[in-house]
């Protein structure tokens, strides 16, 4: 039972344009979620993260939007670059407990 | 400070062999977790452990075990390999609570 789904797996865009990845939940528990990024043969690293209690955090080109009315959360990246050509994983967890991943969406940054 | 170390970074085993990855996590994280990943499923979770203790285990048949150590270091441990074992294994740890876990490179395990 998949908890945690990114329904694309793929998404291409112009360098210096906006990228939006998507990601959906069910766990209505949930009340910490992350988005990680991983390059091939290396393993993820943290981009950005939100609480539950907030609908918006920013870093930088980054940020993450939380709908929990409507179990959503979205990365935008402005303006995109082709260094963040990457597969790009959200997860989230409740009470500290374990991350449940998405399937990850393949970003490509076309100069 | 270090990062995740996960040794070793490739594997090649036989079907019906077994398999010990170990993880050795950042200085002070007590939290470490194990993923498998393969093509199209994402990150999938083995287990977690907390101070020598397994607190969560995921949807992964008996033959995937894991242990960590006082130092809290880990182990995972595969045994009568399948096929269907070759993936990326991931280990991550952190610190208590809702934080970010950080992640080594992976174990990249084949088996034939």
């Given at each position: 039972d998949q908890q945690v789904k990114q329904n694309s797996p793929s998404l291409s865009v112009q360098e210096g344009r906006i990228s939006i990845l998507n990601c959906d939940y069910?766990?209505?528990?949930?009340?910490y979620f992350l988005w990680y990024k991983k390059y091939p043969a290396e393993g993820p690293t943290f981009l950005i993260s939100i609480s539950s209690i907030k609908d918006k955090n920013e870093d930088g080109r980054f940020t993450v939007f939380l709908n929990k009315s409507a179990k959503h959360l979205s990365l935008h990246i402005?303006?995109?670059?082709?260094?963040?050509?990457a597969v790009y994983f959200c997860a989230a967890s409740a009470f500290g407990n374990q991350f449940y991943f998405g399937t990850g969406t393949s970003l490509t940054v076309i100069p | 400070k270090a990062g995740v170390t996960q040794t070793p970074r490739y594997l090649i085993k036989t079907r019906g062999q077994q398999v010990t990855l170990s993880c050795s996590p950042i200085s002070g994280h007590r939290s470490v977790s194990w993923y498998q990943q393969t093509p199209g499923q994402g990150l999938q979770f083995l287990f977690e452990y907390f101070s020598e203790t397994q607190r969560n285990k995921g949807?992964?048949?008996?033959?995937f075990s894991g242990r960590q150590f006082s130092n809290s270091r880990s182990e995972m441990n595969v045994s009568?390999?399948?096929?269907?074992?070759?993936a990326l294994y991931l280990c991550a740890s952190r610190p208590t609570g809702n934080t970010e876990a950080f992640f080594g490179q992976g174990t990249r395990l084949t088996v034939v």
């Open positions: 069910t766990n209505s528990m949930f009340d402005v303006p995109s670059q082709p260094g963040d050509s | 949807n992964f048949p008996g033959r009568t390999l399948e096929l269907g074992d070759s």
